[in-house]
């Protein structure tokens, strides 16, 4: 069944509470005819650890925000997460909820494992907006995920600020960018649901070679992907990394 503005599938995105970038990133990358709707992943835990496996923990309760909207796919954005469960927990969640809700559920983790699957990349450089501990967990969830971690770049953050990845500008993204200076990478990913990386990745779709994707644009892919039924292809993919769908629009608009 569709629905007035998403004849081509509606999407249901999972956001962290305080996430002022995903859902504005999800919609800018939205094909014609796909829309999403947004729930929001929420916890009173004192900690940011404890708040990320929670949101997970609770995904059963956030997706009952949907009702019976007729949701082609979800979309949970938050990388975190999936670091601090692993991989077997990780699998084991989402496959069944999407056994369970009766469609394609999927996480910005696995998404970014099936981008690089579909670039035939296995060496990656990250940029990490992340602490040194939660910078850590990632690194083993990608190694434990098949993937080489070849260079790891931080982007630069304001700690003051009401949340440090959610304010970041695209100018830090862009600096911590052209500081990688490794040519092994066959593909780099901008880490982080929270870090605003569209502008960058319109300015540097490549990088030393290698396609420059973010775990948002890896999600909005796969999402669309998976609602439409459609095969992972790296053709669509270096599309969608060259913004040739959505580019305009977001310059347009931001």
Same mark, same amino acid.
């Given at each position: 069944m569709s629905v007035q503005y998403a004849?081509?599938?509606?999407?249901?995105?999972?956001?962290?509470?305080?996430?002022?970038? @995903?859902?504005?990133?999800? @919609?800018?990358?939205?094909?014609? $005819?796909?829309? *999403?709707?947004?729930?929001?992943?929420?916890?009173?835990?004192?900690?940011?650890?404890?708040?990320?496996?929670?949101?997970?923990?609770?995904?059963?309760?956030?997706?009952?925000?949907?009702?019976? *909207?007729?949701?082609?796919?979800? *979309?949970?954005?938050?990388? $975190?997460?999936?670091? #601090?469960? $692993?991989?077997?927990?990780?699998?084991? #969640?989402?496959? @069944?909820?999407?056994?369970?809700?009766?469609?394609?559920?999927?996480?910005? $983790?696995?998404?970014?494992?099936?981008?690089?699957?579909?670039?035939?990349?296995r060496r990656i450089a990250l940029l990490s907006p992340y602490s040194d501990s939660l910078t850590g967990e990632s690194i083993k969830y990608w190694q434990a995920r098949g993937l080489e971690v070849v260079e790891v770049i931080r982007v630069g953050s304001d700690a003051a600020a009401f949340h440090p990845i959610y304010a970041i500008r695209s100018d830090a993204t862009q600096v911590a960018l052209q500081s990688l200076t490794t040519d092994r990478a066959q593909a780099i990913v901008a880490l982080g649901t929270g870090m605003p990386s569209l502008a960058t990745l319109l300015e540097y779709p490549q990088w030393r070679g290698a396609p420059v994707f973010s775990c948002m644009l890896a999600l909005a892919w796969n999402a669309v992907r998976l609602a439409q039924g459609t095969p992972a292809h790296s053709v669509s993919l270096l599309d969608v990394i060259a913004g040739k769908d959505w580019g305009a629009r977001f310059r347009a608009r931001f």
């Open positions: 004849p081509n599938g509606l999407i249901g995105l999972l956001t962290p509470q305080a996430n002022t970038t @995903a859902e504005i990133e999800f @919609a800018a990358l939205m094909p014609r $005819g796909v829309a *999403a709707l947004v729930a929001r992943m929420t916890s009173a835990c004192p900690t940011l650890e404890s708040r990320l496996i929670e949101y997970f923990e609770r995904l059963d309760d956030t997706i009952a925000q949907f009702a019976n *909207a007729p949701i082609a796919a979800m *979309a949970a954005a938050c990388t $975190g997460s999936s670091y #601090l469960i $692993g991989p077997e927990r990780e699998d084991h #969640l989402f496959n @069944a909820l999407s056994t369970r809700f009766g469609c394609p559920v999927t996480s910005a $983790g696995r998404s970014v494992v099936a981008a690089c699957e579909a670039l035939s990349a």
